[in-house]
């Protein structure tokens, strides 16, 4: 069969009319796939699943680790309301090269119970003053690692934000004059987040408790997203994620009734109690911490 150049035209037009169209449906099919994957209000799960890749993409406003014999510099600790240095230690770990542990020694609780019963002081506390001007939204990350023989027992504090100056100690905030969002640990490893707001009746308030749980011996990676209210709103809101996983998302939250109560920066506080020797550790325990940082 002859084959002229017109005919080898005319296959040619054809052969790419078909090509264009195949094509075409190849996008749109790909456009669609990527769009049924973005996160949305209706799936949670496609939402913790991509949580990662959000915290990533903040920026850092400041990082805090345990390298060096100056570290301490580096967090900016405030100098009123520290203690229990007595019960740190920087230690050498594979995985983030140096870690803070804190030890928790058997019979001690919080510092009240120290002082009103003789029981010995465990845990530690210092302030980190950020070095940049407050802010109304942070999130806030770290690792923590309790030791192998851990023991919950009832409870204990763990690393959060703060602002102000009336953030622990059963004294509650009016408003304008503190807050402080620290993490906790409950019984058989149920964690929250224990707030001392406006709202709170007496102590902190809880939030969320057993909505995720603490393994011992496994390096966990917590962290918290704090948005203030406005301050004649309670639209306040705590979002939580451990090791990728969003575990709580509270909202309708009240923080402040002032615009110029902000988050100031962390409040490292971690103990047993809990204000009577109910709460005290059993053992001698210690409980790692590695690589802080805050991100906008």
Not at 49 to 77: E, M, P, T
Not at 279 to 295: E, G, I, L, Q, Y
Request: proline share 4%.
């Amino acid at each position: 069969m002859k084959f002229s150049l017109i005919d080898a035209g005319l296959w040619l037009f054809a052969l790419l009319s078909s090509t264009q169209v195949v094509s075409g449906c190849s996008q749109l099919n790909s456009i669609a796939a990527i769009e049924n994957v973005q996160p949305s209000s209706r799936s949670e799960s496609r939402d913790i699943a991509r949580a990662s890749d959000r915290v990533a993409a903040g920026k850092r406003l400041w990082a805090g680790d345990f390298s060096g014999s100056r570290w301490q510099s580096q967090w900016h600790i405030r100098k009123q309301g520290d203690w229990g240095w007595q019960n740190t230690t920087i230690i050498a770990d594979p995985q983030f090269s140096r870690a803070l542990r804190v030890r928790y020694p058997a019979g001690s609780a919080s510092p009240a119970v120290s002082r009103k019963t003789g029981a010995p002081a465990g845990g530690a506390q210092f302030y980190t003053k950020l070095p940049f001007a407050p802010q109304d939204s942070l999130r806030l990350s770290y690792y923590v690692r309790f030791s192998n023989n851990f023991n919950f027992v009832k409870g204990g504090k763990l690393p959060g934000f703060f602002g102000g100056t009336e953030t622990s100690g059963g004294r509650t905030p009016d408003g304008t004059n503190g807050f402080s969002t620290r993490f906790m640990w409950r019984k058989k490893g149920q964690g929250e987040v224990y707030a001392y707001l406006p709202t709170s009746s007496k102590y902190g308030t809880s939030i969320g408790r057993g909505n995720w749980i603490f393994t011992p011996g496994t390096w966990h990676h917590l962290e918290q997203q704090v948005d203030l209210n406005q301050p004649e709103q309670s639209n306040g809101r705590v979002q939580v994620w451990l090791d990728g996983q969003k575990v709580l998302d509270q909202n309708k939250l009240q923080f402040r009734t002032t615009e110029t109560l902000k988050i100031e920066g962390v409040f490292f506080s971690t103990f047993f109690g809990g204000n009577d020797r109910s709460w005290a550790t059993p053992k001698d325990v210690t409980v790692d911490f590695a690589n802080f940082s805050v991100t906008q």
